[in-house]
């Protein structure tokens, strides 16, 4: 398996812990840890196997750093790109947004070429839209540390199992 | 629908992005500012930092083309009048108040910008009802088959305030050229916006609405925004249809300076709000895309520390206002009749009744100017004009465009009043304000801002507006239809108030009214609409002046001041006492309450040394108050006993005609009055 590239904000909490958790799944080796804020075009598109950390913010907003990216990602061929994604929402305190983040990334992600994986149950969850629902099940690992925190762990290695087998 | 990406970090032209990072500078730098003027105790104890609207206000001022649009920006919007094109030194004048401050020389509150002569419109403190004004002024544009739009800016909590439906309602009824911008930092003060509505994003809760576009965009990203305002602008102008811009913010620092954030949010909120600072983001974003260099960007920075430096220092020692001038622009310029130069008249001819009165006079002003409207509830459909027909066959002869029924929103209609007079001074609006006058309740909050609108624009803008309500009792109509009003309005200043009883006088006043500039309430009483005894022939173009009574019957012994319904029954009983008694009374018909006649009533005083004091209205805080307090200060040596008033008790109004009866005067009542007082 080519190395995976594991994109997310250093100066994140929580989104960070997750991705400690995430290396931890995997062999010594196999993930590489970058800084979305301060990464480049070149060394995002070096990689063939992602994992991007993408919370939710405020009414369903990419955080800043995403946001900033955006105007590189919009522009790259991400054909044969394999990229799953995590984040975290607050399906109480945002319901009609929960893990919105998720969805509006993958959106992207797909219109340029990429095959994004991991998708995972809605089971489980109670809230009124997401926009990373796909029929019954979300485009990516949304974790709810604000109101579901105990299964976070078990949600994590559940999905880095499942995601492990489309890494090529 | 998709927002077209016209601008973005890769492809806007650099002299463009230069230009916006300068703005964003110039009004953070002062938005961070303010707080030392009140610190140092200059003045600005009003500022409510925009920090985190950056992306959207920026946008709004430049989609706005002050040549075109009209632009209501709120209280949070410094950085918006800064991108429409106030500049540094205007903003600082504003805030600290002085004579030199476009928006309002000094009186209004600080943070309350903007600029008349840019059509940057003066708004409230009353946070959204500014939303009617647009929807008026967008009407005028619609009207006059103008290019522009309307631009309303507001925060999300103050779309919860019910007249934010209405303009919302109206525009997209109407299908004006307005776009409602909602400002959505998550808090009204302290209140989180899940107290305000159940829906997060406010602007979903019209999705019902038809001919009503809904944007959503961040408002703290400058390209989002930019492409969100430009949209919207487009589809306005394209489909002559209103949207919404929502656009997600965040409030950066306290509501106010008279807040503290810290004691309802905590360090992780605080936290994540500065991490997304648009201008830090903004900058960053320059300088990754290459776009301009950190170097370049300090260039700006430090233009911008000296743009601020000058500014400061000219709007410090600018002029303070002049405390002689508070009693300036308290009303706008009244018309002066030239022929009928006292209001009164010999003409002999066809009686009309006072409803008939005023059909004939609005029709006759509707032909003489062009730039009359009229509107209000149950106001035109086919042979039926206006409940009590005064504006019967209006709409037959003027069209749908001039003469049109309002939706049962008082508010709505007086806003739109005000707003639609924004567009030009020519412009004449006549409004019945509610079918009933105890029905105007609702509109209050418009009556209040349209009060002290010309005065607070320091002269610059004057509501040319009318009211007509049907006022008063005698119909056995009870609360909400028999009500008089004017006792609680005359504690207002700005708004001319006049009651006539007879035709001619109401034909006069009217013609005054529609003729002046600045805002008449116009008092109908509503039982003498066909009374025989208040039909009287009329001169040809016949005009009232404000402020001159008329004396409907002289006398000697004693001063009757009275005004609408009870001028004929005080005319009755003087008539009957002279006749009975050789009793000499003097009826005093005001007309105007405000102005208020004071030479002719204190002339009758000082003849007759008595006076009763006449209205339906309740005595206590009634108008006869101010009369009576007026004659004591003025006419105090002249009198010859104590100034006594006939009105209705303090009690709400009743039914049944016993219970009428029982509140109102009637000449019964006023014949044993002016007995008690002839012999006191």
Request: net charge negative; with cysteine.
């Amino acid at each position: 398996m080519k190395k995976i590239g594991l994109f997310y904000s250093f100066r994140s909490n929580k989104t960070a812990k997750v991705a400690e958790k995430i290396v931890k799944e995997f062999n010594d080796g196999d993930v590489e840890i970058i800084d979305i804020e301060i990464t480049t075009e070149d060394i995002f598109i070096s990689f063939d196997n992602y994992i991007l950390g993408v919370p939710t913010w405020f009414d369903g907003e990419l955080p800043n750093y995403w946001d900033e990216f955006l105007p590189t990602i919009e522009e790259l061929d991400l054909t044969d790109k394999i990229i799953a994604i995590y984040g975290l929402g607050d399906q109480k305190g945002y319901p009609e947004n929960f893990g919105d983040a998720i969805g509006i990334m993958a959106s992207l992600l797909e219109k340029r070429g990429a095959t994004v994986v991991g998708f995972t149950s809605i089971k489980g969850y109670k809230f009124e839209n997401s926009q990373a629902v796909r029929g019954d099940q979300f485009c990516g690992l949304v974790l709810d540390q604000e109101n579901q925190g105990r299964l976070t762990n078990q949600r994590v290695t559940e999905w880095v199992t499942e995601i492990k087998g489309y890494f090529r | 629908m998709v927002i077209p990406k016209k601008h973005s970090i890769k492809t806007t032209d650099k002299k463009i992005l230069e230009k916006w990072y300068h703005l964003l500078k110039l009004g953070r730098t002062i938005d961070d500012k303010a707080p030392n003027y009140l610190k140092q105790a200059i003045g600005w104890s009003y500022h409510a930092p925009y920090a985190g609207h950056d992306g959207i206000q920026l946008a709004i001022g430049q989609v706005f083309d002050k040549k075109h649009d009209h632009l209501f920006p709120y209280y949070r919007d410094m950085l918006t009048n800064l991108s429409a094109g106030l500049t540094a030194e205007e903003l600082i004048l504003n805030g600290i108040s002085k004579a030199d401050d476009v928006a309002s020389g000094g009186r209004h509150m600080s943070n309350h910008f903007g600029k008349p002569e840019f059509n940057i419109h003066n708004v409230s403190s009353a946070t959204g009802n500014h939303t009617l004004h647009a929807a008026g002024v967008a009407r005028a544009i619609k009207y006059y088959r103008a290019k522009g739009v309307a631009i309303s800016s507001q925060g999300e909590s103050s779309v919860s305030e019910g007249y934010v439906y209405e303009a919302i309602n109206g525009a997209s009824r109407e299908k004006l050229p307005v776009i409602f911008v909602i400002q959505d930092n998550g808090y009204g003060i302290s209140v989180p916006k899940k107290d305000q509505t159940a829906n997060r994003k406010v602007a979903n809760n019209f999705k019902g609405f038809k001919n009503l576009r809904i944007i959503h965009c961040n408002g703290k990203d400058v390209f989002e925004s930019m492409n969100a305002m430009l949209e919207a602008k487009r589809h306005v102008l394209e489909n002559g249809e209103p949207v919404i811009v929502q656009a997600n913010c965040v409030r950066m620092h306290s509501h106010s300076n008279s807040d503290r954030h810290e004691l309802y949010r905590n360090e992780s909120e605080l936290g994540y709000v500065s991490e997304y600072d648009p201008l830090n983001k903004f900058r960053r974003m320059l300088i990754r895309y290459k776009r301009l260099t950190a170097e370049e960007l300090d260039v700006i920075d430090d233009k911008v520390k000296g743009v601020v430096k000058r500014a400061h220092k000219k709007a410090i020692s600018a002029a303070d206002p002049d405390p002689k001038s508070i009693t300036n622009f308290v009303f706008a310029e009244e018309h002066t009749p030239k022929v009928f130069i006292d209001g009164l008249h010999d003409h002999k001819g066809e009686k009309f009744k006072l409803v008939e009165a005023l059909n004939k006079t609005l029709k006759e002003e509707f032909r003489d100017n062009p730039d009359t409207f009229i509107w209000g509830q149950d106001m035109a459909n086919k042979d039926k004009g206006g409940i009590f027909n005064v504006s019967k066959g209006m709409q037959q002869e003027f069209g749908e465009e001039r003469v049109f029924n309002a939706p049962i929103a008082e508010d709505y209609i007086l806003g739109t009043a005000n707003g639609m007079s924004r567009y030009d001074d020519k412009i004449r609006i006549v409004v019945e304000g509610a079918e009933f006058a105890d029905y105007f309740w609702p509109a209050m909050e418009q009556y209040v801002d349209t009060s002290h609108d010309f005065w607070r624009s320091n002269g610059k803008f004057s509501p040319n507006i009318t009211i007509r309500l049907a006022s008063g009792g005698y119909i056995g109509g009870g609360m909400y239809h028999s009500q008089n009003i004017e006792g609680a309005l005359t504690a207002l200043p700005g708004v001319r108030i006049v009651y006539p009883s007879y035709a001619d006088d109401a034909a006069g006043l009217l013609r005054t009214s529609m003729r002046s500039k600045g805002l008449t309430l116009f008092l109908e009483p509503k039982a003498l609409y066909n009374a025989p005894v208040a039909a009287t022939s009329i001169p040809d173009d016949f005009e009232v002046p404000f402020g001159k009574a008329r004396i409907r019957k002289s006398g000697n012994d004693l001063t009757i001041l009275t005004y609408g319904n009870t001028t004929h029954m005080c005319v009755d009983v003087a008539l009957k006492l002279e006749e009975e008694a050789s009793v000499s009374i003097e009826v005093i018909d005001l007309r105007s309450l405000i102005p208020l006649d004071r030479g002719t009533i204190l002339k009758s005083v000082k003849k007759t040394g008595k006076v009763l004091i006449v209205h339906e209205d309740n005595v206590f805080s009634g108008f006869g108050a101010e009369l009576s307090a007026t004659i004591m200060e003025d006419g105090f040596e002249y009198l010859d006993g104590p100034v006594r008033r006939l009105g209705a008790p303090f009690t709400p109004i009743g039914f049944n005609r016993i219970l009428e009866k029982a509140t109102l005067p009637n000449t019964d009542k006023i014949y044993e009055e002016v007995k008690k007082l002839i012999a006191y």
